[in-house]
């Protein structure tokens, strides 16, 4: 399956480059419709409790993988392979998350997003997040095109 990042040239993301060495390195595997992502948390990635993950790291990986999943979802949209031709590129403009159970810290995190709703200048993401069986998160994402030139360095 498609690692979206994988496709992808030119991406610094704390959270989705492959590259940034202090970054989160999350993989988004896209199927066309809907795109996996599964997230190991460390010890240090605690919330208060050292038994569950800190809410803003589940934020930050709900994050990359939502807008990867817009990315992907638009270039399949133009009929292109991910990464060819003209750079398409959407940043996050409003990120809903409704924290439904504590996620434990043993993990994994295991995320599906998909587009819900996909227009000219924006996509509506829906991305749930899981450990196990229990629903601990889902998150609503409103990702905007912006010029590729934002990717530049
Ligand atoms: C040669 C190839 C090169 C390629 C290079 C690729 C390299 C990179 C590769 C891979 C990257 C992977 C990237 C992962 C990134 C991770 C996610 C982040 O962390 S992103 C950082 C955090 N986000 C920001 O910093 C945004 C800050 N905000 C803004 O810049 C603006 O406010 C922006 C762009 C979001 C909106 O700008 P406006 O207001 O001018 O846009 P208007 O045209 O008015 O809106 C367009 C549509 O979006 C809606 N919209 C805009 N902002 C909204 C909001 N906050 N909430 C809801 N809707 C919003 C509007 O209602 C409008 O919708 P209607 O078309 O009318 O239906």
Redesign the pocket.
Known sequence: MTIIQHQ?S??H?F??SPDNPHGHHIESRWDGQVATCTFQPQTWHCAGSPNFVYGGLIASVI??HS??TA?AEAYQREGRAIGTG??I?Y????LDIRYLAAAPIAGPLVLAARVTEA????SLVSCDLHVGETLCAQAEV?A?K?P?SW?DA
């Open positions: 992808m030119g991406n993301c959270g989705c994050d990359c807008i990867c990315i003209d750079g590129l940043v996050t403009g409003h227009g000219a200048r924006k409103v905007v912006v590729a990717g």
